[in-house]
């Protein structure tokens, strides 16, 4: 998802579970409930948040006038890290895991009767539950088999280490490496025949040589040109694979001793998530593939993909990396 700045406006109740995914940022308004998640995408600028629900804003509304209250109770007028305009709408600027939390709206205006001699002043609130998130960081896991002479045969091995040269050259330029690369030989039956077969596993990972100097030339979006170059060397080993039935049947006058098992690349994409962040699809189920920022009293340490609830110390922010 790329973006920047977007002038979205969504007040509330305009569409019961609305989801709008625009400029790096995700929405939802829950059905029956006067709060709206909004996930913004770290480092970019939010959605405006409307002080304002779909009936007022067709209507004429007289003096209205907007208190905005922050995650720490703060008053947001003339902070530096967010747009506010006239008219009371919201938007936060830069966004990361610090700013995430509640921000809630107080909207005062003025009911006058038709003869001016009577007026009310009404008050209505209205809450954000804003959260930082991330795109996870993709990994492939693959498995391919070949066929080999019988499973002790001394060029198993050899076969496998040069097989981990071919794919290092394949992808090394996009600063991408494999991961634990391992093999195991089976005895396979197959209609009228037994064969022994090497059933290799490895996994493409993003975080190769060079990766930082990638990240820093991309800037603060660095998952995302990671994911790409990780996705393409998955397509590029996956054209490998899919190559050596034909290089068998139009370049080969004799089938080699040990060769790739027509149609058997599998590949199966593995998520984690950056230190601060994690999954989890049941506070967070309308942005289920989003590494959302760690709620206050939990944290992670590392890339997985949960994070864990802290019980030595209180945690108060969103996004800790420890406990």
């Given at each position: 998802?790329?973006?920047?700045?977007?002038?979205?406006?969504?007040?509330?109740?305009?569409v019961?579970?609305?989801?709008?995914?625009?400029?790096?940022?995700?929405?939802?308004?829950?059905?029956?409930l006067?709060?709206?998640?909004?996930?913004v995408?770290?480092?970019?600028?939010?959605?405006?948040?409307?002080?304002?629900?779909?009936?007022?804003?067709?209507?004429e509304?007289?003096?209205?006038?907007?208190?905005?209250?922050?995650?720490?109770?703060?008053?947001?007028?003339?902070?530096?890290y967010m747009?506010?305009?006239?008219?009371?709408?919201?938007?936060?600027?830069?966004?990361?895991?610090?700013?995430?939390?509640?921000?809630?709206?107080?909207?005062?205006?003025?009911?006058?009767?038709?003869?001016?001699?009577?007026?009310?002043?009404?008050?209505?609130?209205?809450?954000?539950?804003?959260?930082?998130?991330?795109?996870?960081?993709?990994?492939?896991?693959?498995?391919?088999?070949?066929?080999?002479?019988?499973?002790?045969?001394?060029?198993?091995?050899?076969?496998?280490?040069e097989?981990?040269?071919?794919?290092?050259?394949?992808?090394?330029?996009?600063?991408?490496?494999?991961?634990?690369p391992?093999?195991?030989?089976?005895?396979?039956?197959?209609?009228?025949?037994?064969?022994?077969?090497l059933?290799?596993?490895?996994?493409?990972?993003?975080?190769?040589?060079?990766?930082e100097?990638a990240?820093?030339?991309?800037?603060?979006?660095?998952?995302?040109?990671?994911?790409s170059?990780?996705?393409?060397?998955?397509?590029?080993?996956?054209?490998?694979?899919?190559?050596?039935?034909?290089?068998?049947?139009?370049?080969?006058?004799?089938?080699?001793?040990?060769?790739?098992?027509?149609?058997?690349?599998?590949v199966?994409?593995?998520?984690?998530?950056?230190?601060?962040?994690?999954?989890?699809?049941?506070?967070?189920?309308?942005?289920?593939?989003?590494?959302?920022?760690?709620?206050?009293?939990?944290?992670?340490?590392?890339?997985?993909?949960?994070?864990?609830?802290?019980?030595?110390?209180?945690?108060?922010?969103?996004?800790?990396?420890?406990c």
């Open positions: 998802m790329q973006g920047g700045s977007s002038w979205l406006s969504l007040p509330l109740g305009i019961p579970q609305l989801l709008l995914l625009a400029a790096g940022l995700r929405l939802k308004t829950p059905t029956g006067a709060q709206v998640n909004v996930y995408k770290m480092h970019r600028d939010s959605p405006f948040l409307v002080c304002m629900d779909l009936t007022l804003s067709q209507s509304v007289i003096d209205p006038t907007y208190l905005w209250i922050g995650p720490q109770g703060q008053n947001l007028e003339r902070q530096s747009n506010l305009t006239e008219t009371g709408k919201l938007m936060l600027l830069n966004f990361n895991e610090g700013l995430s939390g509640s921000y809630t709206c107080t909207l005062s205006y003025r009911v006058v009767q038709g003869d001016m001699r009577a007026e009310e002043e009404r008050f209505q609130a209205y809450k954000f539950m804003v959260y930082a998130y991330r795109e996870p960081d993709y990994t492939y896991q693959v498995s391919v088999h070949f066929t080999t002479k019988d499973c002790g045969f001394v060029g198993n091995a050899e076969f496998f280490k097989l981990q040269k071919v794919l290092k050259d394949l992808i090394s330029h996009l600063t991408c490496h494999v991961i634990d391992s093999y195991k030989c089976h005895t396979v039956k197959r209609p009228h025949v037994l064969e022994d077969e059933f290799v596993t490895f996994q493409v990972n993003p975080f190769g040589p060079g990766w100097a990240c820093q030339q991309a800037g603060p979006d660095c998952e995302d040109v990671t994911n170059h990780v996705q393409e060397a998955r397509w590029l080993i996956e054209e490998f694979f899919r190559k050596q039935s034909y290089v068998m049947k139009h370049e080969f006058q004799n089938t080699p001793v040990i060769h790739y098992v027509d149609h058997s690349f599998q199966t994409r593995l998520d984690s998530c950056r230190p601060g962040f994690g999954k989890n699809d049941l506070t967070h189920n309308d942005c289920t593939n989003c590494c959302v920022a760690c709620d206050p009293g939990t944290y992670s340490p590392n890339n997985n993909v949960i994070c864990l609830k802290c019980t030595n110390i209180r945690i108060k922010s969103y996004g800790a990396k420890s």
